[in-house]
């Protein structure tokens, strides 16, 4: 089974396929993802005990955690159900990308009250809908880019959400920076190359970054460092 979502998974999934059955997982949050080739499941487990009885019924052999570095619950929960079942089991972990003179904070939380502390005054922010509640008391004009509407509970007094899946290119993010007065960049940890380009546009426009760095792997899960290798793995725990 392939715990995916993230292009990184969809590239996996096409590297092991047609020679390996492989299964796909995706949690269904996102209306109309971009679909792996092969077996596709979506939809929650219902934690660990549902988790534990799929895997078992489908009879599965192997494991490749290749979930969004931020998707720490199922990360956590597929790492104690695969050691209890002593299940074969790797995280695909995609590179962070270095910090550079971005501001780390250690949650979104965190990020708000840098922000309020520093006066910045038109803010990007993209740190997912799951991040936006930390932000509603903020004062300061929020541009919020994700790729579902958020529920307006949870979103500023002042803001615009510009709704958007990447990947996302130099030239648009630095159009998009500099046509919204923007003064700082809000994001998570996430890695790899689909959002990238916002970085490189900030420090261009000497423009502060205030990065969530990602939540720690659980304990004793060996990584794979990119897709050639997660493939031998496979291949070696499947003969």
């Known amino acids: 089974m392939l715990l995916g979502g993230t292009a990184e998974a969809r590239a996996l999934a096409a590297a092991l396929h047609p ?5 796909s997982s995706l949690a269904g949050r996102v209306p109309d993802p971009a679909l792996p080739v092969g077996a596709v499941r979506v939809g929650g487990f219902g934690g660990a005990a549902g988790l ?20 720490a619950t199922i990360t956590a929960t597929a790492a104690t159900v695969c050691a209890e079942l002593g299940l074969p089991h790797r995280v695909l972990a995609r590179p962070a990308w270095p910090l ?7 949650s979104t939380a965190e990020a708000a009250e840098v922000v309020a502390r520093r006066g910045f005054g038109r803010v ?6 799951s991040g936006l509640a930390a932000f509603t008391a903020g004062e300061a004009w929020f541009l919020i880019r994700v790729v579902t509407a958020p529920d307006p509970a949870v979103l500023p007094a002042r803001h615009r959400v510009l709704l958007s899946r990447g990947p996302y290119r130099y030239d648009d993010e630095r159009r998009v ?6 003064d700082v960049l809000v994001t998570k940890n996430s890695g790899g190359t689909m959002t990238r380009a916002k970085l490189d546009a900030a420090a261009d426009l000497r423009i502060p970054v ?3 760095q990602r939540p720690p792997q659980p304990a004793g899960v060996p990584t794979l460092a990119d897709i050639p290798a997660a493939v ?7 003969g």
């Open 210 to 212: 205030v990065m969530v």
């Open 19 to 23: 020679e390996t059955a492989v299964i």
């Open 232 to 238: 031998a793995w496979v291949e070696a725990v499947l």
């Open 52 to 71: 534990r009885t799929w895997l078992v019924a489908n009879r599965i052999e192997a494991v490749v955690d290749a979930t969004h570095p931020f998707a």
């Open 177 to 182: 920076l500099r046509e919204h007065r923007i």
């Open 100 to 106: 550079g003179a971005a501001s780390p904070v250690a």
């Open 124 to 129: 990007f922010l993209t740190t997912g809908r």
